[in-house]
Nanobody, 116 residues
Framework: VQLQASGGGLVQEGGSLRLSCAGSGPSTYTRGWFRRAPGKERAFVAA????????YYVDSVKGRFTISRDNAKNTMYLQMNSLKPEDTAVYYC????????????WGQGTLVTVSS
């Protein structure tokens, strides 16, 4: 499984960005977004089960971020609205091959910078 993240950039506080994660290779059970803020550990942001489309979010982004997928394009998205400076981070997409597996497949990061 190969993943390619894109869509990061510089945005003002309150603005929006949409990240994309294009995938190739075998199907996966779940795909997710993680982020690493400056000086912090990588942290979970959101995930979506590829077949059913069930979604999960960290509390800090609920109501602001929306994860979605396009099965035909094998692509996952993260729509980020009402961005805050604390959302500044390198965002990574990842995939879980089977239920219960760790996230074993990772794309390169895309930098999101939110200015105040």
């Amino acid at each position: 499984v190969q993943l390619q993240a894109s869509g990061g950039g510089l945005v003002q506080e309150g603005g929006s960005l949409r990240l994309s994660c294009a995938g190739s290779g075998p199907s996966t059970y779940t795909r997710g977004w993680f982020r690493r803020a400056p000086g912090k550990e990588r942290a979970f942001v959101a995930a979506i089960t590829w077949s059913a489309g069930n979604t999960y979010y960290v509390d800090s982004v609920k109501g602001r971020f929306t994860i979605s997928r396009d099965n035909a394009k094998n692509t996952m998205y993260l729509q980020m609205n009402s961005l805050k400076p604390e959302d500044t981070a390198v965002y990574y997409c990842a995939a879980q091959g089977r239920f219960g597996d760790p996230y074993g497949y990772w794309g390169q990061g895309t930098l999101v910078t939110v200015s105040s």
